[in-house]
């Protein structure tokens, strides 16, 4: 049947996390964050409402919509993803809201005890949906795949550290060496997880996208290599701190690997740039270049970050989740949900009356606009962490949800069809979150 | 001189566009072979990547395509992605470095 490859719930976590974003960037606001700001209890809900609520949520549906596409492979239990979407999205308001108990909100503590627990579910359900489609022997040689597989392995990295530093925080018998565990918890979550799944998928989708030849030369199979190296350094760290000892070498010995890791990544974007057959960029990868820019910063920053920790590495950790992580998945979210509404409103139609292309359901120029802001105050944001200004960091915060405002409105006008004619506007649209296929009957105007 | 019928059928072929790209299959390179046997049109297609959600929806266009050409009865559409499809297979020009 066609469309069957298509996760009926994909917009449902798109959604959650656009909301999650929103949500972020205006307690952050409100909450009058700033640089050296971090430790304090607001900031931690902040902090965890943009990367789990919104990165995180974020990933985790494109890899359920993602992993058929790269492994050629249906995924078994697709009906996983809605109580994965809600365990996530629940668990990301309990550890919030925990944090906020801190502060003396006494009542939150249940959550942030559970919170640990629901997260675990939700990313175990995710787990149980795409490993069987990625442990295929048929698709292990490919770096794409085994890259998203070291993802997976991060997401457990970043579990287990996270729920380890809870349950400290929290007054359990069980404690860690906080000092220990926050370095290795943002590597595996950055690192790990979030930038090594966005590289196993980034191969494929900017391949597709600028229309270049899929082939790996060898920069791609160091870099599933060095992803593999990453990852037992930083599991090895993990067992060292846990059993007590002093793991800080082994985390600064990671820069090498890391630094190199990242530059052989973007040789290889460039490789396959160069080799594109597509002469006109969509916003898409137009913008996708300046995530890259901030990829390449906050790996330049890596090596300090580690060593005088600091203002280098709050600038670091900015310019990887917002500058790197968050433009390259608000560019790409414009273009995959204009793609899915595609197929549910028009795919049926093939070959029976013409059709709309795909750019023409999103406004390139809204789209661009909305990305400048954002990757401007993210530049901004970076900035103002490395010298110390509040104010230049609020300025950047409303920038940035401005930016993100701007791309969410667009987001509602593709799901809305609102660029197109009026006429070329099936009667009867499908519900804004959830891309089943509809039969012709809804399709045709 | 090539067949009236198979040159229609190429003409339909043309109506089928690859929504991401905005080109028509023929120029993507997306059909491998197209022969005619009879009334009945027997074509060999691909798609960018053998994961491609689209895929289904494309072979239905094609078969819908082709079965509007006059004096075509029965449609036969194989899916292969052996050999892979890659750019090199498009029509259209590559762009200046």
Redesign the interface.
Known sequence: ??????SPWTLGWFGSAVIFLLLALVLAFVCDLGPGDWARPQALAVVHLFTLGWLAQVMLGALVQFV??????PLPRPALALPALLATGAGTLALSAGFLGLDGHTGMQVLFRIAPLVLGCGFALVAVMILPSLARKANLHLIEVRMVLIALAGLAGLWTTGGAMVLTLGGASLTVDLAQMLPLHMLFGIGAFLSFAAFGVSY?LFA??L????TAGWQRRWVGGLAAVCAVLMLAALAVALSGAFAAPIRLALSLPALALCGLYLDDIRRLW?N????ALEPNMAWSRVALVFLGLSAALLPLAQWQGGRMAEAAVFAALVGWLSTLTLSQLIRITS?LT??QV???L???R??????QISDRVTASRALALWSASTGLGVASLLFGSHIAFRLALAGLFLAAAAIARELVAIRKLWHLPVADRPPCLPPIIRPSVHPLSVAEP | MADPQLQDLRQALRAVVDPETGHDLIAMGMIYDLRLDRDRALVTMTTTTPGCPLAGFLRMGVETALRAVPGIREVAVTLTWDPPWSPDRMESPRPRP
Request: aromatic share 12%; hydrophobic share 45%; glycine share 6%.
């Open positions: 049947m066609p469309g069957k490859s298509l058929p596409v790269l492994t050629a492979y494929k597709m996208f229309l270049a030849p899929e160069r594109r057959r597509r002469p793609f595609w197929i028009f795919a049926p093939i070959g029976r013409k059709v709309p292309v795909v750019q």
